[in-house]
């Protein structure tokens, strides 16, 4: 574990932020020595984004083998199928754009003409529009869905001050803690990034 970080979530609350080496091959050892690090907070469940992966490959993970080992009943999140329907083909409809320009640029010889400059502002543009749709998909429609499912598991517990681990993205972890923030959230909760885990 290279990194830990305390933040405060509200008055009397903490959420933990923990990250692995990034080149690092996470093996079931692996979780389990980050869940032992952590067997002394009395954990009451753990959210997972499985971003593009299904439940059926993520009950094959060493992530899901180990939090059934300790105990921890867990709670996965996916995009709804409609929203990653309408997001996944505009996503491919723009890269679509991109590679046919990029092709056509490549295959250019005279790089400087007008119609080579025409090219690279339309190239620019597109690969402006994936960044700013996948961003979006990110930092919105991603992290509403995470606090949406947060708040649905939270709700009908008798203790809301109690501790919770979510995995997911690195990029979705503070617009998450701003949304639980604003939404009164008392529970704790320990964040770490699910990508060495479920890839």
């Known amino acids: 574990m290279n990194n830990i970080m305390f933040e405060t979530l509200a008055d009397n609350n903490f959420s933990v932020y923990m990250i692995q080496e990034k080149d690092e091959k996470v093996k079931e050892d692996d979780v389990e020595r980050i869940l032992e690090n952590i067997k002394d907070i009395s954990i009451n469940f753990a959210t997972i984004d499985l971003g593009h992966m299904n439940l059926?490959?993520?009950?094959?993970?060493?992530l899901s083998k180990v939090l059934r080992k300790f105990g921890i009943p867990y709670f996965t999140i996916q995009l709804p199928?409609?929203?990653?329907?309408?997001?996944?083909?505009?996503?491919?409809?723009?890269?679509n754009k991109y590679n046919e320009l990029k092709s056509t640029y490549d295959s250019l010889k005279d790089k400087n003409a007008p119609s080579a400059q025409e090219l690279c502002y339309l190239i620019q543009y597109y690969s402006t529009e994936l960044k700013e749709l996948n961003h979006y998909i990110s930092k919105q429609v991603r992290t509403s869905a995470v606090t949406k499912r947060i708040l649905e598991v939270i709700k009908d517990r008798p203790d809301e001050d109690m501790t919770f681990i979510h995995f997911g993205e690195e990029n979705t972890f503070v617009e998450i803690m701003k949304e639980l923030k604003e939404l009164n959230v008392k529970s704790n909760v320990?964040?770490?990034?699910?990508?060495?885990f479920i890839n």
Do not use: D, M, P, W
């Open 81 to 95: 199928h409609y929203v990653k329907g309408h997001y996944s083909s505009q996503l491919s409809e723009i890269q």
């Open 190 to 196: 320990i964040f770490i990034q699910s990508s060495r």
């Open 56 to 62: 059926r490959e993520f009950n094959e993970t060493a």
